[in-house]
């Protein structure tokens, strides 16, 4: 009985993944859609993969923040979507959560106003290059700052999963930008820009957050 009662609750646990995987899909999809289409051919054609693939990470910070945000505004609907055993553990973790949606949504808005900024070689830009720096710096500073306030209000458990992340996070970008970066100047044909060097940390932060997460099973619950 035990064993069909755990092979049940995996089956349903798999089901929730799923549904959240395809989820996701489908409104990452759409938000692409439409920001290709405000964007305009004109526009991607002059930004060139670089700033694109940074728009795309900001733009997935952006989606993150937006579901989490639903599950803090409607935590029913939320846990049905959401990697969280039900929704009172979204009511007891709100204002962590909200603070986590904040944060991410201000990230990814500064990810895509450096994509659109101009600067030499990109005229087309649309952003004030001091307007996105600006951004930039008072980002990394409130974030800092809220941080340090907020320490203690994250369990050992939240606190070690950060932890864990940061690792994973510097351990990518060390591995990705040190062979890029070895490849350019070795004249392989692998050129690494400025941009690069942005985005690649803050897709590695979103990659470290997922391995610390999945290695203490947690993607599945």
Known sequence: MMARTMAQDGRRSWRKTALSTIVGGL????????????????????????????AAVGLIYVLMAAMVGFGVAAPRAGAKVLNVADAEELYD?????????????????????LALARAPGFAAGVVPASAAFASLALILAG?????????????????????????WAFYISW???????????????????????????????????????????????
């Open 27 to 54: 409104v990452g999809a759409g938000a692409m859609a439409a920001m290709l289409s405000l964007a305009g051919t004109e526009l991607l054609d002059a930004m060139g993969p670089s700033r694109v693939a940074l």
């Open 93 to 113: 973790d709100r204002a962590n959560l909200l603070f986590s949606t904040i944060v991410m949504t201000l990230l990814g808005a500064t990810f895509l106003l």
């Open 143 to 167: 974030g800092a700052l809220a941080s340090w306030l907020w320490r203690g209000r994250f369990d050992e458990l939240s606190r070690q999963l950060g932890l864990e992340g940061a690792s």
């Open 175 to 221: 591995i990705v930008l040190t062979v890029w970066g070895a490849a350019d100047f070795l004249g392989l044909g692998a050129t690494l820009t400025p941009i690069d060097a942005v985005t690649v940390p803050a897709a590695a932060l979103l990659a470290g957050s997922f391995a610390a997460i999945g290695r203490r099973g947690m993607m599945v619950r």
